[in-house]
């Protein structure tokens, strides 16, 4: 399969295919890495919101989603996940014409 396809599936895949392995594991691991913490992240942050949201108080003023859930933490992890994507790709294209 042509590598620049699947770099475009799951960023590192076409380095690995072209044995460039330290390579393939760097991009993989860490666009993993961000995508899985983004998702710790909002998972945190929604069940804590929906914590709030069940032992309401009726006294107290219950928070903006937006201040339980970290969406500015959530959205650069998202982000740098997406930039190490087309990193991976962009590279395996450069590979691809050097060979």
Not at 37 to 42: D, N, R, S, Y
Not at 53 to 75: C, H, R, S, Y
């Amino acid at each position: 399969m042509n590598p620049v396809l699947l770099s475009a599936m799951l960023p590192g895949m076409g380095h690995l295919s072209m044995g460039k392995k330290a390579l393939g594991m760097l991009f993989l691991i860490s666009s993993i890495t961000f995508v899985g913490l983004g998702l710790f992240m909002f998972i945190k942050g929604y069940l804590a919101y929906l914590d709030l949201a069940v032992n309401f108080d009726p006294n107290a003023a219950l928070p903006k989603p937006g201040e339980v859930i970290k969406i500015k933490e959530m959205i650069i992890l998202f982000a740098t996940a997406i930039v190490i994507h087309f990193t991976s790709i962009i590279h395996t294209i450069h590979l691809t014409k050097k060979v």
